[in-house]
Structures are given as C-alpha cells and as structure tokens.
C-alpha cells in the first residue's frame, strides 16, 4: 500500500469519527474539497503543509495519518515546501503524545508552518548544517550539535542558512491540551 492509500483511509475515518463531512473537514482546514477527496481516495500525494492542515482541524498529532514506523515497508517520507521529515516513532500516554522525526531542511526554500493544536511544542537538534528555525519574528540560528526548542501553537519557520541541506531530528509533543484522538 502506498503512502498515499494510507493517509488517505486514516483522514476519512478520522473524518468520520470526528462526525464531520468532507466540505466541514475542508472549510476547517482551509484545504480545498476536491483536494481533500483526492487525497482521501488515495489519488493524490499528500504535502507535509495539507497534512497539517488537516490533522489541526481534526485535533489529532500529524502521526494520526501516517503509516506506522514499524509497518516492515520502507519509512514514509512526507515533503513540504523545504522540509523532508520521516517519522520514526510515536509514543502516546496520556499526558502527551511525543513524535520523533528525522528530518532534512532543504536550502533555498523556507517551510512556513500553520499554528498546530493547542499545547504542542517543537524541539529541533541540528546534526549537521545549520538552521533557522522557531516563532514567526522569533527565529533562532541552530549550528549543528545544538538545540532550540519553541511553541509550535503558533506560525512557525524553518530554513537551512547558507547553500547546505540541515540534517536534524525533531521531537514534536501535544500536551493534553492538544486532545490526541489516536491510538497507538
């Protein structure tokens, strides 16, 4: 089964455990309908940005709609407009759900993030290259060996500084706040 075909099943039936129609589940996230239909039916290869997009409006951690690291097949890359992230693990508990992602930050490109759920916090530790990153205004530099860690419930950025790709690992958390509707 492709990437696409297992996004696509898990935001339908997030969809219709959320109770909610396709045009709902689409003005929410501001993703067009017939962009989301294509993607639920499996037609359409999903960005990182219309993946966040969703998982917002349905209130679950973007790990609720892709394959599961330890599925035997190859790691699913989702790609944005600068960033290529993999997860690699989810643990959920109930004071939050945690997710690990290897990531590369393309130069050239800066990857714009939405507000995520209430409550999630973003910590990135640059392996190699270096980074621009955090609150819209409040960007950090990240040089490889360090960290920087911001509320991601709110517009974010990310950026590789210079003509290197950034290697890192992100650690995304959605506190309580942040109801996570899924089961690992």
């Given at each position: 089964m492709t990437l696409a075909d297992n996004v696509g099943?898990?935001?339908?039936?997030?969809?219709?455990a959320a109770g909610l129609s396709l045009s709902e589940l689409a003005r929410?996230?501001?993703?067009?309908?017939?962009?989301?239909?294509?993607?639920?039916?499996?037609?359409?290869n999903p960005t990182l940005e219309t993946l966040y997009a969703l998982t917002t409006a349905l209130g679950v951690p973007l790990s609720a709609v892709l394959p599961a690291p330890?599925?035997?097949?190859?790691?699913?890359?989702?790609?944005?407009?600068?960033?290529?992230?993999?997860?690699?693990?989810?643990?959920?508990a109930a004071e939050a759900t945690t997710e690990l992602y290897r990531m590369t930050i393309r130069p050239g490109a800066a990857q714009r993030s939405a507000a995520h759920t209430p409550g999630t916090v973003e910590h990135l530790v640059v392996l190699a290259g270096t980074a621009v990153v955090g609150g819209e205004g409040r960007e950090r530099t990240v040089r490889a060996g360090r960290s920087y860690t911001w509320p991601a419930d709110e517009p974010h950025t990310y950026?590789?500084?210079?003509?290197?790709?950034?290697?890192?690992?992100?650690?995304?958390?959605?506190?309580?706040?942040?109801?996570?509707r899924l089961s690992s």
């Open positions: 099943r898990a935001l339908r039936a997030l969809r219709e929410q996230s501001g993703v067009g309908k017939a962009t989301l239909s294509e993607l639920e039916s499996g037609r359409r330890d599925g035997g097949g190859p790691a699913a890359v989702v790609s944005g407009q600068a960033v290529d992230a993999v997860l690699i693990t989810r643990f959920t950026a590789a500084k210079g003509s290197a790709p950034v290697d890192a690992v992100l650690v995304m958390t959605y506190s309580p706040a942040a109801p996570a």
